[in-house]
């Protein structure tokens, strides 16, 4: 079975948000929501996530997160608002 890779934004309690990139979502985001995360995270949640892309290879989806990590807080909200529907029901709709 092949591995997906994703490229996911979190937007934290403080309305900042939070660029990864992962091959396991869902542990990803229990691992933001306990501390065990990014330590630019801790003490930043609830999360929600608003933006995440699957890929099918590791270098698209790192390339991809680099490219998201440049752009300024209006663009990412541009990005964002240009793209929903990306994520999976189950993750999206929930606070993380």
Known sequence: MATNHFVYML???DDTL???YTNNLEARLQKH???KGAKYTRGRGPFNL???QIYKSKAEA???EYKMKQLSKVEKEEWIASHQGGCPDEYS????
């Open 62 to 64: 790192m390339h991809n």
């Open 18 to 20: 939070y660029t990864g």
């Open 93 to 96: 709709k929930k606070l993380w």
């Open 50 to 52: 608003v933006y995440c």
């Open 33 to 35: 929501t306990s501390g």
């Open 11 to 13: 937007r934290c309690k």
